[in-house]
C-alpha cells in the first residue's frame, strides 16, 4: 500500500509541474515549432502579437521586423541561431497577408533538391503555363490542398533559387489563399 501511495504521490508532483510547462520558454519551442509547420503548409502562416512572446524571442536574438506596405502586412523574423526545417537550415521568415494570400517565406541554406524531393515537391517546367518569375531557376511546387468547386486556389509550397544565389541558398514559400469561395 505504501508503494501504491508513493506512486501516487510522484504522479501528483509531476502533475502540479507540468503547470510550468506553458512558460514563455515552452511558447518560445512552441512558436518554432508553429513556424516549421506553417513554412510546410501543415498550419496557417501566423503573425505574432503576443508582446510577452515577442519580447522573449527577442531575448533568444530573434528580431523581428515590421514591413507594413499599403494593405498588405509584413512581418520579417531573423534568427541568430538558425531553425532546421527537415535538410535546411533556415534564418529569415517573412509572414507576409492581404485580403486574400497569408505566405509564409522563408530563407534557406541547404541542399534544395533533396528539400524538395523529402516533401514532395516536383519540378515546374519553364515550358508550362505556371507563372514563373524571369529571375528564377530551378522551381519547385506542391499543392497541399486539392482544387474543388469551394477551394479554387490549392494552398501550395514553391521552392526556387534566384539566379544570383549561392549554390546553397534558396526560398521557400507556403502560400495558402484565404478567398476561396468561388
Known sequence: MKKL???????????SLSGHASSNVTKIATV???????LLCQSKPFAIEDK???????KQKITIKNKQQ???TGIEYHFKQPIKIKNVWVNMIRYESDNFVTSFYAKAKGDMHKFAKLI?????????????????TDIYRKDITPITDNKLYPDTIII??????????FYFICSKVEANEP
Open 32 to 38: 518554432k515549432e508553429q513556424f516549421k509547420t506553417a
Open 70 to 72: 499599403d494593405n498588405i
Open 52 to 58: 510577452k512572446i515577442i519580447a522573449e524571442l527577442e
Open 160 to 169: 526556387g533559387q534566384d539566379n544570383d544565389s549561392k549554390p546553397n541558398d
Open 5 to 15: 501511495y508513493l506512486l501516487l504521490g510522484y504522479i501528483l508532483f509531476f502533475v
Open 120 to 136: 514532395g515537391a516536383n519540378t515546374i517546367l519553364r515550358s508550362c503555363e505556371e507563372p514563373i518569375p524571369l529571375n528564377d
